[in-house]
């Protein structure tokens, strides 16, 4: 059994995941992580998005999700649209609790945005877009989730208290 964490890009899911992980004493593996080593050219996520295209990042996604799912005792925590592939929901979702992290549009926008506009947000209609489609994930995959937890207010290490 594992822990899984999900929700929309900005919704703290490394921030959160690494503070119960500390606290409940368990590794953490990130999927973002996994698909880097995966690709194997020492590109962070949205290079590899940004020269290899979306085709190419999702298959190591799906990679990376089942290398995840192979272990026992973890905090794994997902990119924002790794649970969106029907595939790797079911392999990370299994016998695994499922932690969805969400918090307001505004909050999510300005931690997304805040080491830049990722590369599927680029242009005049990015904002938009990035509302859709955490709606739209928001609709998919809460319902699977054991716990949804939002992130708008608190420190990483009460947000994980929680969780106890």
């Known amino acids: 059994m594992n822990l899984v964490f999900c929700g929309p890009k900005g919704a703290g ?3 959160v995941a690494a ?4 606290r409940a004493g368990l590794p953490c593996i990130e999927t973002d992580r996994l698909i880097e080593t995966l690709h194997g050219q020492g590109m962070s996520c949205r290079e590899i998005l940004r ?6 990042f999702r298959e190591l996604e799906r990679q990376a999700a089942a290398r995840a799912a192979t272990e026992d005792w973890h905090i794994i925590v997902t990119g924002g649209g ?8 079911r392999l990370l979702r299994g016998d ?5 992290l969400t918090a307001p549009e505004d909050v999510l926008w300005a931690r997304a945005t805040a080491d830049g506009i990722p590369p599927w947000l680029e242009g005049e209609d990015g904002r938009r877009r990035f509302a859709e489609q955490n709606a739209h994930r928001a609709e998919v995959l809460a319902p699977f989730a054991d716990v ?4 708008g207010t608190g420190t990483a290490e009460d947000l994980a208290a929680t969780l106890d």
């Open 96 to 100: 695994n609790l499922l932690v969805y």
């Open 13 to 15: 899911k490394s921030t």
């Open 51 to 56: 020269t290899s295209g979306e085709t190419t």
């Open 82 to 89: 790794t649970l969106m592939d029907s595939g790797s929901r």
């Open 19 to 22: 503070a119960y992980a500390e």
């Open 148 to 151: 949804v937890l939002d992130t």
